[in-house]
């Protein structure tokens, strides 16, 4: 019997920090988009993979092999 002299203030303790992280999640947006990231995952990505400084060299490199206008 004492022990619920220490559960039910401390089940309510954790009721309300629940409580507050729940509120602060949705005041802080955390709910706003939730399938989003979940159809991001399967768009493709526009920009480019390879690196701009090989990107440039092979530009250069097509530019000088084509003939001039």
């Known amino acids: 019997m004492e022990i619920l ?26 709910f706003d988009d939730m399938e989003g990231p979940a159809h991001r995952i399967l ?5 480019v993979r390879i690196p701009t400084r090989k990107l440039e060299n092979a530009t250069e490199k097509r530019e000088a092999e084509s003939p001039p206008n």
């Open 43 to 47: 768009m493709d990505d526009d920009d």
């Open 5 to 30: 002299y220490i559960l039910i203030p401390l089940g309510l303790l954790v009721l309300g920090v629940a409580i507050w992280g729940f509120l602060w999640a949705v005041k802080t947006g955390q």
